[in-house]
């Protein structure tokens, strides 16, 4: 019976795992005042190559609790950051720079499960055209 007493306590002091949610969702290139600048959310979304941000509103409760955002490039798993979510909801974002192709942004919650994705297209960055020389004379 003090075995069973002992067990019951250990398992009552462990933290409740976090309900998180993703409220809101989008890709841009720049973070003004915690907002997306021109952000992007559709499946239409287009960027150019170079640094990338998922931006997000997190929700957890009760917090703390962790996301994880998977970058997946032509379909293979490229990298993945850890976001902390401190508060009851959060604006938070992670950078990824990205190259030319078909790419996804997954939002995972700890156990790994899937809370949001943006699938996106990375266009080439236009080349500059050399200026004219001058003319001598």
């Known amino acids: ?7 019951a306590s250990t398992t009552a002091q462990a933290a409740p795992a976090a309900v ?6 989008a890709l841009c290139t720049a973070i003004q005042d915690l907002e997306p600048v021109d952000p992007q959310t559709g499946p239409e979304a287009r960027v150019v190559a170079g640094p990338v941000c998922l931006w997000l509103v997190v929700s ?5 609790a962790t996301v994880r955002v998977a970058w997946h490039a032509g379909g293979k798993k490229v990298s ?7 508060r009851p909801r959060v604006r938070t974002w992670a950078w990824k720079t990205v190259w030319p192709g078909r790419w996804k942004a997954e939002v995972l ?3 790994g ?7 996106f297209e990375v266009a080439p960055k236009p080349r500059l ?5 001058p003319k001598p004379g």
Request: hydrophobic residues 50%; neutral net charge.
């Open 109 to 111: 919650d700890d156990s």
């Open 20 to 25: 998180v949610r993703v409220e809101k969702a």
């Open 129 to 133: 055209s050399p200026a004219p020389f």
């Open 80 to 86: 993945e950051t850890q976001l902390r979510v401190r």
């Open 1 to 7: 019976a003090v075995m069973a007493a002992a067990a």
């Open 60 to 64: 957890a409760k009760p917090p703390p």
């Open 113 to 119: 499960a899937p809370l949001a994705s943006l699938e």
